[in-house]
């Protein structure tokens, strides 16, 4: 693997940019192969009641949940995951030593492309490379809700498909929170395309939703908005969450969320 540039580690919080140096140290493959296994050791239980839809990462070969905390007094994260695989727990774990410590900021500044810094290639496959960006993903979008005020429990929204449109006769008194993210959102970014779906429904039995009928607790939305442009996609997360922080405050438990720009969007298309 090539050395990390002062560029590529300059982006790195400390424990991570450590980690990664201690991969680099490793020439041999295999050893690295087992260092991540030994990694796996590192990670503690996770309880139970996190293992829910909003914890898990989309996209993953294996079972894997990352559960995501901002301590208040310090400004800076705290992780928790687990998988059903060795492997996969192996690379939740080194996200999860490299990141915890770090403040909101610094996880958003890493770029996903330092995975090539750990000389893993050899002994991963596509998918789960694509499952360790995922997991990356699903932190970044989680501490991008932490700071901006969001709930804990806040979904990552790199896999959003194609929702209900968000037509106006649908944002009545019936359903204020439908109604707040559509004006909101509208508002402030004036949107080429959003489209939103309450799936409150589906998530009326998971931990820390109290399952009440009618309450506005899970969304899926797609946003398309040249407001995104020169944007990458944790700020612009976070651009939208800052707008919901209310809604995040009151009954909304989690939004996954998709953003593009419509050059973006039109590329997709085709």
Known sequence: ARACGAADAAALPARLRAIVGSFQAVPDPMQRYKQLLFFATKLAP???????????????????WVVARLDAAT???????????????????LLVE???????????????????????????TPSRN??????????????????????????????AEPAASAA????????????????????????????LDDESASHSGHAGVN??????THFRMEVVSSAFEGLNRVKRQRKVYE??????????????????????DAAAAN
Not at 49 to 63: H, P, Y
Not at 106 to 122: R, S, W, Y
Not at 138 to 143: E, R, S
């Open 75 to 93: 400004g800076t994260m705290l992780y928790e995951a687990d998988s059903d695989s060795q492997l996969t727990k192996g690379l939740a774990a």
């Open 130 to 159: 694509n499952g360790f960006l995922n997991m990356l993903a699903l932190i970044q979008a989680k501490t991008a809700a932490l700071a901006a005020g969001g709930a804990t429990g806040a979904a990552a929204g790199t896999d």
């Open 168 to 195: 106006t006769d649908d944002t009545d008194a019936a359903r204020p929170v439908y109604a707040a993210i559509v004006s909101k959102v509208s508002a402030a970014l004036a949107p080429s395309r959003l489209e």
């Open 46 to 64: 996770l309880d139970d009641a996190a293992r829910t839809d909003d914890n898990k990462v989309k996209g993953c070969v294996s079972q894997v």
């Open 211 to 216: 399952g009440l009928r009618g309450e506005e």
């Open 243 to 264: 707008l919901l922080a209310d809604e995040f405050k009151g009954s909304l438990h989690a939004l996954a969320l998709t953003c593009r720009t419509p050059e973006e």
């Open 98 to 124: 490299g990141l915890s410590g770090a403040t909101p900021d610094e996880v958003a500044a890493v770029q996903p492309d330092f995975v090539e810094e750990l000389g893993l290639k050899q002994s991963l």
